[in-house]
């Protein structure tokens, strides 16, 4: 049994699944000439955030998975990180995922999102994120971009979104590299970097 796995089913689901879409410690998101940078999120970066009706796919498109409108999607900041748990027994490919997590297929998860407030810490190249404004999605993943996520599966009887998401991810991740840019140019008061 995984050592965060939670002790008992949020949800009652012969197909449940559970894991962490981020956790609370720094993971390394890119590197560049100059070395590796980093990204964290603080708990608090979830206070206020918009987290209603997230859906959960398998690689941020296709089809939906599960949603919170119709309860078989759980998302919330723990001790850990994002902690998600999900029913995905209502379709086929719901099924599908299960079974690639229970194989050991699918084992990491990411999560995509609107950023809020952060900045960026030279002497550690971590971009630190200090409010998030609102999560989209929750993915099983094959290539995540924080090692530390996981997802798995858990037996106890024996989704035009896709696209302005993946666009949001690519502008979020250019935007980064440009405030990255200013910054180690001498644009240090982060109130001088306009975000929209």
Known sequence: MPAEEKKNKRIESNYYVEGYATTWQPYKLLE???????EQFTRE????CDMSDIIMQYDHNGKVLARQSNKT???EPDETGLFICADLGL???????????????VTRMS?????????????TRTIIHTKVKKIFDVSAVSIPANDAT?????SFADGAISK???ELQEREIKRKLLILKLKLEGFTNEHEIRRN
């Not at 719901?94 to 194989?103: M, R, S, T």
């Not at 999560?111 to 002497?123: A, I, Q, R, T």
């Not at 996981?150 to 858990?154: C, D, H, L, Q, T």
Request: charged fraction near 20%; charge should be negative; aromatic fraction near 18%.
């Open 32 to 38: 560049n000439s100059e070395g590796e940078i980093f």
């Open 45 to 48: 970066a979830f206070i206020g």
């Open 73 to 75: 999607l759980i998302v």
């Open 91 to 105: 379709s086929q490919a719901a099924k599908d995922l299960y079974e690639e997590v229970g194989n050991g297929l």
């Open 111 to 123: 999560w995509s999102f609107l950023p809020g407030d952060f900045y960026f810490e030279k002497s």
């Open 150 to 154: 996981s997802i798995y599966a858990r």
């Open 164 to 166: 302005a998401m993946q």
